[in-house]
């Protein structure tokens, strides 16, 4: 399809730009974009190796920084100490910098918001690290601190700029699946790990700047794995399901929409000693839509017919669809069997005895539209498989032609793939997941304070 070839096409550009170069080389030039990368862990590392692919034109790194020597030691490899980087503590002598225009944020989700709102006020663009947040109040300083500016934000959900993802949203756009009543996403894991006991502070980490705005707590080296606690990170409620809510609304055309009800359950079933400030290792999710019903559970029901099974399901009344970073899958309705022809069963079936004069049981026919469960008589649509074969969980192509987008964008002053109000809308409905956890109990949504209420 036209949408793979031109997506592939820019992000062959990115690589034969970074082919013709070195991969890493100090390039300076007054008509570049320059900036700085604030937080330095390992998807830090992945998003700055990629603007130093995609961006190898017209993007200088200035300066780095990083709360934690450990990590940014670790962090620091051979190739990335060629940019000659700065290197800072604090985010905010970042931000007084006149030679920075745009900022890579990638550190811990509760300190997105600060840092975003801070460096906006400051007039850097920025590109941050998915999910936007980890809580609504802070989600909402986001969204308001970008509503009242005119800086570039561009948010991490990096699928949006993969080929697959959308070809795959144009057979929804085809109406080839009819009536789409349900969206079924399935992530499989979780981070929850067993409760520790509190440490001192390791020397070269700034425990107060690292926790920023969060409940102030004592040092356990989990919380430096910030996803699994609810202070810091979302669990996989928040991480994964930001990408898949994100690709659930942007093929349902719902990028602006708000679940009407929110209900969430959990439990640590997994990790049964898991601290219990942390997002439960097991879970169900389900949200109500204006005019559909979406699921997430991180329970996996193993198959095999040439593609993983986790990702995000659009069931319809003539098929389905799955698609994750692998590939896409296109799958008929299989007919149900309403009855079976043949003899009537031996009168022990099922090891029940059957008594004397009982009704005969007459043979059927196999089921197909109509009666309990039928879908009425569609059309059949041909199954379809497409397994990329540069698809995977870690592939970083399409992650080349998200950072190039956002570079793009910073020259143009356009809207990104996935700009803030995209990135809030993503990240909203697991947020109000986190809350029902929470609170154990159903949540709606008031748009008018932007604050879940009790249903």
Known sequence: MKSRRTFL???????????????????????????????????????????????????????????????LDQWMTP??????????????????????????????????SRIMVDAMAAGKDVYCEKPASNTIPRINAMLDAYRKGRQVVQIGTHQRSWDHFAEAKQIIDAGTLGNITHVIVVQPGTYARAKEPEQPVPAG??????????????????????????????????????????????????????????????AF?????????????????AWVYDNFLMTFANGEIYMSDGIENWGVFFIGNRGSLQVNRQGYAVRPIVPHVIRKQGPPPPPTAGGVTLGAGGAAIASGAPGGGGGRGGRG??????????VNPRGGVEEDYPLDVHTRNFLDCVKSRRKPNA??????????????????LQQGKPLGWDSDSRKSTIL
């Open 269 to 285: 079933l997994a990790v049964p000693d898991a601290d219990p400030e942390m997002v439960p290792d097991s879970f169900s999710i």
């Open 205 to 266: 980490l700034d425990w107060d700047l690292w926790q920023l705005d969060a409940p102030k707590r004592p040092f356990k080296p989990t919380r430096l794995g910030f996803r699994a606690w609810y202070a810091y990170g979302s669990g996989l409620v928040g991480d994964w399901g930001a990408h898949h809510v994100d690709i659930a609304h942007w093929f349902m055309n719902a990028d602006n929409r708000v679940p009407l009800r929110t209900s969430a359950m959990g």
């Open 9 to 71: 096409k820019r992000s062959a550009a990115a690589v034969a730009v970074t082919a013709a170069r070195p991969l890493f080389a100090w390039q300076g030039s007054n008509d570049r974009i320059r900036m700085a990368v604030i937080g330095c862990g390992n998807r830090s590392g992945r998003v700055f190796d990629s603007f130093a692919r995609s961006g190898h034109a017209d993007c200088q790194f200035v300066a780095a920084c990083e709360v934690n020597k450990a990590k």
């Open 419 to 436: 700009d803030m109000e995209i990135g809030y809308h993503s990240a909203l409905p697991c947020l109000l997941a986190l809350e029902s």
């Open 79 to 112: 190739e990335r100490q060629t940019f000659k980087l700065e290197t800072l503590v604090d985010y905010r002598r970042i931000l007084d910098r006149k030679d920075v225009d745009a900022v890579l944020i990638a550190t811990p989700d509760h300190s997105h």
């Open 377 to 386: 008589n569609q059309p059949p649509i041909d199954a379809k498989m497409y």
